[in-house]
């Protein structure tokens, strides 16, 4: 007898999978055979943006906007392991974590204290969010053309673009949100493809096993956290979002109460390592501080006359500095000429100029160079509209896609209105966390406009939408190339630059 024959023999009480419960819990990319074809035009898009945020990164010329202080900062870091007052010959004291401006060092370290040096570290940072936003799409949204069409767009955002070639914090914010957002999608396919092997082999839930995505998402927060506090407002998004993937995971698995079982066994499990793993990473960015003598507070203990044990002092010693700087972080009210509110951020309300002359030549009487904080507004003025129709469709499809975008979008804007209420200064690249997500919303909406490829040819409908994308997408690159110069500090006539201010004094 063929042992094939005895193998079919015998019986198999494993009991079969739904066919919906396979559906639902089967991650959108498994058995993806495109998947080594989609890396072609995803590093065209990179390629582009790589260009965009590298070519003449050393203009302008000196420091301009905050780059005063992070650019001088990182180099205190590298020479004395702290911020440096290189004027006073002391520690600097200073508001922000320092993970940020060690990024920033390595440029410094790598090609020099000049313009190029202490602004490769961002344009690095702007160009590895594009390409992860392009993974990330793809991801969700079962496209290549809708991930390679969210990393274009984000690539082609004047608003982008000016953080990636400016020493400043917030595109390495960015950059560790986004990828802890990424790793965090990973380890929900990861999580619903251990329930579905689990059904299939009989089992009634999966083995115990570690969760790599899940503290890496962790780790990535910490290091957002360690460049600017304000990664903390992603901490409950992060959570909400983690927890409602591992209930609807059991709820699609058979198992009743879903939401108990995923915050007791889920939940409280993992939350112990996620913290740990959020606040190691974070100390380690204050390894300068704390292994050095030289760093603001760092023997404020020994300054008051009071014991400091060798570990336990230093920790003491840096949360009198995280008081400190939470006290000035509180009362930061004063004016400044180009603050602006939450509500006006995606009107493009209130720009931010980093750097202005009128004396570089340009072949006119009268000259502007001028590196504008403005994103390319036919994209920022499309954001609203794609926020609706994401909250819509979400609600009608129950779409976990859309509630993700939108708790992304939430994580990075609300807190900044309930700091608008309490009256303190604040910029429009505050909103850069926000970014991605909204690029996302945009992309979701255009997505289901178009609709799925359907079995034979394309109707006249679907036609007509593909060509309304490809027509908008042509439309934002002609808007950046317009607003190009204002980007990168190009001096054209004075002429010109008015004629680029479409909302008068509030862009001036």
């Known amino acids: 007898m063929d042992p094939e024959d005895d193998a079919a023999a015998v019986p198999d009480d494993r009991p079969a999978v739904p066919e919906i419960t396979r559906r639902r819990l089967t991650p959108y990319l498994t058995g993806d055979r495109g998947y080594a074809w989609s890396w072609l035009p995803t590093l ?23 780059e005063t202080y992070y650019a001088t900062e990182a180099h205190g870091l590298l020479t004395y392991g702290v911020e440096w007052n290189f004027d006073e010959n002391k520690a600097a004291y200073v508001v922000h974590p320092p993970l940020g401006k060690w990024l920033i060092a390595v440029g410094e370290r790598l090609f020099g204290y000049d313009e190029f040096g202490w602004r490769i570290a961002a344009a690095a940072a702007g160009t590895l969010s594009v390409l992860l936003l392009v993974r990330v799409a793809r991801r969700m949204l079962r ?19 000016v953080l990636s070639r400016s020493a400043l914090l917030d595109i390495f914010l960015g950059l560790f949100l986004l990828a802890a957002f990424a790793a965090l999608v990973r380890d929900r396919d990861a999580r619903r493809a251990r329930w579905l092997a689990a059904l299939e082999r009989g089992a009634d839930r999966p083995e115990p096993a570690v969760r790599a995505w899940l503290l890496l998402a962790a780790g990535l927060l910490g290091a957002a956290t360690a460049v600017k506090w304000s990664g903390l407002f992603f901490a409950p998004a992060f959570a909400l979002l983690v927890v409602w993937w591992d209930a609807g995971a059991r709820r699609s698995a058979g198992q009743d109460r879903p939401w108990r079982r995923a915050l007791v ?24 501080w704390l292994l050095t003598d030289d760093g603001y507070f760092r023997h404020w203990l020994a300054q008051q006359g009071r014991p400091e044990p060798p570990l336990w002092g230093a920790l003491q010693n840096l949360w009198h500095y995280h008081s400190e700087a939470l006290r000035f972080h509180s009362g930061l009210t004063s004016h400044h000429t180009y603050q602006s509110w939450p509500w006006q951020w995606l009107l493009l309300g209130r720009p931010v100029a980093f750097y202005w002359s009128g004396d570089a030549a340009c072949g006119a009487s009268n000259c502007a160079a001028e590196v504008l904080l403005l994103g390319t507004p036919v994209l920022w003025w499309a954001f609203l509209p794609a926020l609706a129709a994401t909250t819509w469709l979400g609600v009608a499809r129950r779409d976990w896609r859309a509630g993700a975008i939108l708790v992304g979008v939430a994580a990075g804007m609300l807190p900044w209105f309930y700091y608008a209420v309490q009256g303190r200064t604040m910029f429009a690249f505050y909103a850069l966390p926000a970014e991605p997500f909204l690029v ?69």
Do not use: E
Request: hydrophobic share 55%.
């Open 265 to 288: 066994r889920d939940g409280l499990v993992w939350l112990p390592w996620c913290v740990a793993a959020v606040a190691g990473v974070y100390l380690l960015a204050w390894s300068g």
């Open 440 to 508: 996302l919303a945009l992309c979701y909406a255009l997505g289901a406009w178009v609709g799925p490829r359907p079995a034979g040819a394309p109707g006249t409908r679907r036609a007509v939408a593909i060509g309304a994308v490809a027509a908008y997408t042509l439309l934002v690159a002609a808007c950046f190339a317009w607003y190009y110069p204002l980007y990168v500090g190009t001096s054209i006539p004075y002429d010109d630059w008015q004629l680029r201010m479409l909302l008068g004094n509030r862009w001036i």
């Open 44 to 66: 065209l898009v990179v390629l582009v943006a790589g260009l965009l945020r590298t070519v003449g990164l050393a203009t302008p010329k000196g420091k301009i906007f905050d």
């Open 143 to 161: 496209s290549t053309v809708l991930g390679c069409l969210a990393g274009l767009l984000l690539a082609l955002d004047g608003f982008h673009l």
